[in-house]
């Protein structure tokens, strides 16, 4: 006990003296890892990878621990009990913004700390190849001809990829009661629906559609990014099509950390991940998985969460006043 | 196709892949004899080890991990009523009685046997039929699913035991159950007092209580009495004949198994509960079902084995994870920078190719395994019960957390426990409770999606030929069961009323 007070206080000195001699103390044993899905998903993948690089870079073993369960409760009860000393950190994704909002309302986007975000993954719309939906347009006008017509299949009510079609409608002024939303226990069970003809147009990512586009199978009538995406240079933005979307509504994942974390810890942290994302192995991993590196440090990070979380916020009090 | 199995055969010359292969079926083989650890959480656990693998290696020992634990999931449902997968619940309802009349042996040969045969024949329609099967796949759309959750629970009638009126009210807690957790559509917790709840009831923690524990329970109310008697097992080739009377069950059940595989979303657990009511239909013997039947192994155990096979069908061809064990097998190719779907065969063709040689080659293993494994398995019968029942208890518990990796859930599994065992003191069954757990939810969901898309018009389950064909044939299955009850009672109290000495 004695000894563990005399470390501690060596260690606070230590902080207060000279933070890059604390810099250099921290990490001194493993770092947990604790991600809200289960193994063998794309974000575990992911996730996994990082903590590999991570390890070179930090020299401590970084366990990945999977705490999957009721859209990310499970993981964030235990991060809530750890303490922010840095040698806990959490995987987060849009996901989390959107449950704070709706079924984990004891926790919001203060109860954390952000310490970096990782990668960001545009919403698309797709249809069947064979479909009569060509562009924006069509969908915007067919929708408009024959209201409740067109059929979306997409996650449920209030989850990212809902707010991402809510923002385009908004931008074509299109009243989105419309378009019949239709929830799928996830993305990819929405794009099958639309492979077999259940469903007229899906909002997905690009990553679940490109080899059905190679293929031949589907179609992409609009990308929900300022540029279009390298692995499907044919597929038109929304803003060449004259819809100006917010863009900066994407599906994220990134790192986090319980409430009250050391500044010096963060940075270093951060800068671990930045690197982490510039290794040739990871660049490799982003790019066949489709995804956009989109690294941001701890403040801005933290500026990200809070502006998504007032988006979010925004959507679903207008969600439910139209109910 | 000769080319792809020439790319294939080319990949097994590495002695990696053979070793792949091997220490997959070892490890499956443990991982489906561990009640708690499911196929997919076995396959995930070793996804970290693959990193560094060779893509063909690395799918190749997953793949063998998912068949062996297919197969290893009915040892511990056969020797103490404990399914070590989902599915074995349903091989559970005869293994275990035939264990207790200390036929052990023979149902443990029945069950890998028969797995082997569903395996072997499943891989076969498989390469012959993934292109065209996965329009099939793709025709199931949310009205489809509904009907085929209808199909499914309607089979009540014929899997609950001796009385209808207890499966039912089985049944109906199950779905109650089942309305635990977030809503499908509005994404709002239902009757969530727990953030465990979130997700719905854990389905393993519900499986392992109603299960293995409500049994651990009853074992302790008898632990004086002796151990079962322990018959002799034939030699191996004694062991392939007793296969000869199953030829057409074999053969059905792996049709079943594969069909109902390829749907996504549709698993094992739903093949062989389709499977055993089929054949309890057709058998010569259908009350003797659920009292220790051969037969009900033999279906149980070769459909869940035929299902694997099929869930590759939509995975390969198309991309899509139907169940948990086939998203791991994506998320493991993802690392690769494989991704399975309409490119693979011509970007990829060793991939494909080389899950079906080790689908062939990895079965003489697995069955070598098994039937050996039998000899040592059947020692265990031997054990006193009190012993049993800790040993039970303890890997139970650390299955239940090892799913979840969360103290609730084992809350959640003594709860279950408990009610099982309340529950078989009214001899009321759980069987059915597991059929409403895996169903009811996919029943619910799909019913208000076909609502939302059709904007709320009731016609849209019977306007489309899968849903109104499911339908129809759930009417069917429901109601003959019941009439052929009533009759039956009929006739027993005519005949009662006519010889009355009889009646005494």
């Known amino acids: ?323 | 196709m000769i080319e792809g199995f020439t790319a294939g055969l080319a990949a097994f010359s590495s002695w990696q892949v053979v070793a792949g292969l091997f220490a997959g079926v070892f490890v499956g083989y443990l991982v489906g004899a561990l009640p708690g650890l499911s196929a997919g959480v076995g396959m995930a656990l070793l996804i970290p080890f693959t990193f560094g693998l060779d893509p063909v290696v690395s799918v190749v020992m997953l793949i063998a991990v998912y068949m062996a634990s297919e197969y290893s999931g009915a040892i511990p449902a056969i020797l103490v009523n404990t399914p070590g997968e989902p599915s074995a619940a349903i091989t559970a309802l005869d293994g275990y009685p035939m264990r207790r009349r200390g036929e052990a042996g023979h149902a443990l040969t029945l069950s890998i046997l028969g797995s082997a045969f569903g395996s072997v024949l499943s891989t076969i329609l498989l390469i012959f039929s993934v292109s065209w099967m996965t329009k099939f796949a793709l025709a199931f759309g949310p009205a489809e699913y509904f009907a085929l959750a209808v199909l499914g629970l309607s089979l009540i009638s014929t899997l609950s035991g001796n009385s209808i009126i207890r499966g039912f009210i089985a049944l109906l807690f199950g779905l109650l159950l089942t309305t635990i957790g977030t809503d499908p559509v509005d994404g709002l917790p239902r009757f969530v007092f727990d953030d465990g709840f979130l997700s719905g009831v854990p389905f393993v923690s519900a499986l392992i209580g109603l299960f293995a524990l409500s049994e651990v329970l009853r074992m302790l109310e008898t632990t004086d009495e002796p151990a079962t008697p322990m018959r002799d097992i034939p030699g191996v080739s004694g062991q392939l004949g007793l296969m000869k009377p199953h030829m057409g069950n074999m053969v059905r059940s792996t049709f079943i198994g594969y069909i109902v595989g390829v749907i996504p979303g549709a698993g094992a657990t739903i093949a062989s509960i389709v499977a055993y009511t089929v054949q309890k239909r057709l058998s010569k013997n259908p009350d003797s079902f659920g009292s220790g039947n051969p037969e009900g192994v033999v279906a149980a155990e070769t459909s869940n084995n035929a299902c694997m096979p099929g869930a590759l069908a939509p995975m390969l061809a198309l991309g899509i994870p139907g169940k948990a064990s086939t998203a791991v097998l994506i998320g493991a190719l993802a690392i690769h920078g494989v991704a399975p779907g309409p490119l693979i065969f011509s970007q990829h063709p060793e991939i494909p190719y080389s899950i079906y040689i080790s689908l062939l080659v990895g079965m003489p293993f697995m069955v070598l395994l098994g039937l050996y494994g039998t000899r040592l398995w059947v020692r265990l019968t031997q054990i006193p019960r009190g012993v049993i029942a800790a040993i039970v208890c303890a890997v139970c518990l650390l299955g239940t957390f090892s799913e979840s990796k969360d103290i609730f859930s084992i809350w959640v599994a003594i709860g279950f426990g408990i009610v099982g065992y309340g529950l078989s003191k009214v001899h009321i069954e759980p069987a059915p409770i597991i059929l409403a757990l895996v169903l009811g939810y996919m029943m619910e969901s799909n019913f208000r999606r076909a609502l939302v898309m059709s904007g709320d018009e009731m016609t849209v389950f019977v306007s489309q030929p899968i849903s109104a064909v499911c339908l129809a044939i759930s009417l069917v299955v429901f109601v003959l069961p019941l009439i052929q009850t009533v009759r039956r009672r009929r006739r027993t109290s005519v005949e009662a009323a006519g010889y009355p000495s009889k009646a005494v």
């Not at chain 1, 929830?183 to 490109?210: M, N, Q, R, W």
């Open chain 1, 1 to 323: 006990m004695l000894l563990r007070f005399i470390s501690a206080a060596s260690l606070a000195v230590a902080v207060i003296a000279n933070s890059a001699a604390a810099r250099a103390e921290y990490p001194e044993r493993p770092i947990s890892y604790i991600l809200h899905v289960s193994p063998g998903g794309a974000t575990d993948i992911m996730a996994r990878k990082l903590a590999t690089l991570l390890e070179k870079s930090l020299g401590v073993p970084l366990p990945v621990e999977n705490k999957a369960g009721g859209r990310g409760a499970a993981q964030l009860a235990d991060l809530k009990k750890a303490k922010p000393d840095g040698y806990t950190i959490a995987s987060v994704t849009s996901t989390h913004i959107g449950a704070f909002n709706q079924t984990l309302k004891q926790y919001n986007v203060d109860s954390f700390d952000w310490i970096a975000r990782l990668v960001n993954e545009p919403y698309l719309v797709v249809v069947r190849n064979d479909s009569k939906l060509k562009t924006m347009k069509d969908l915007v006008d067919t929708a408009n001809a024959k209201p409740g017509s067109v059929v979306m299949a997409g996650f449920v009510r209030g989850s990212g990829g809902h707010f991402a079609w809510e923002i385009m409608a908004k931008a074509a002024n299109l009243d989105s009661g419309k378009v019949r939303w239709v929830p799928f226990d996830s993305v990819g069970d929405a794009v099958t629906s639309v492979l077999g003809g259940h469903s007229e147009v899906a909002i997905a990512y690009v990553d679940l559609v490109k080899n059905h586009v190679t293929a031949g199978n589907m179609r992409v009538i609009g990308v929900m990014a300022d540029e279009r995406v390298p692995q499907l240079p044919d597929a038109p933005t929304l803003a060449e099509q004259g819809y100006k979307a917010d863009t900066s509504w994407q599906q994220m994942r990134g790192v986090i950390g319980p409430k009250g974390m050391p500044d010096e810890i963060k940075e270093k942290l951060a800068n671990a991940i930045k690197q982490a994302l510039e290794a040739p192995d990871m660049k490799t991993y982003i790019n066949e998985s489709s995804l956009v590196p989109a690294f941001l440090g701890p403040k801005e990070f933290t500026e990200y969460a809070k502006q998504q979380d007032a988006l979010t916020k925004q959507w679903m009090q207008i969600l439910s006043l139209e109910r």
